[in-house]
């Protein structure tokens, strides 16, 4: 897993536009997947979900490619590459090509 520094702040529909339409260049289908935590209030004991985190899944043709670790809903200046066999096995090539229409897209 890698850390990307944007270089400066954006909301996370900004980030995630820009994540789906440099994939669309490169080649490469996306889906989106909130993360929730299940908790617990004790007294009545109620069950809550909260928000943890999104991932981004990012697939070519056949296989995973990468996924990407976004930390919050709010306004972000970094997300996370995982790569890797249980991840996606994505060319060091190919992920420096879709960051940099990353960059284009922010």
Not at 2 to 12: A, C, H, L, P, S
Not at 17 to 37: N, P, Q, S
Request: glycine share 6%; hydrophobic share 35%.
């Amino acid at each position: 897993m890698g850390n990307v520094n944007i270089g400066k702040r954006v909301d996370y529909k900004t980030l995630e536009t820009a994540l789906v339409k440099a994939a669309e260049k490169v080649g490469w289908k996306t889906r989106i997947e909130d993360k929730f935590d299940k908790n617990y209030n004790l007294g009545s004991v109620q069950e809550t979900k909260d928000y943890s985190h999104t991932i981004v899944h990012l697939k070519g043709r056949l296989f995973s490619a990468i996924k990407i670790y976004i930390p919050n809903k709010n306004q972000s200046n970094w997300f996370s590459i995982w790569q890797g066999l249980q991840h996606g096995i994505a060319s060091e090539k190919r992920i420096k090509k879709y960051l940099s229409a990353v960059s284009e897209n922010l």
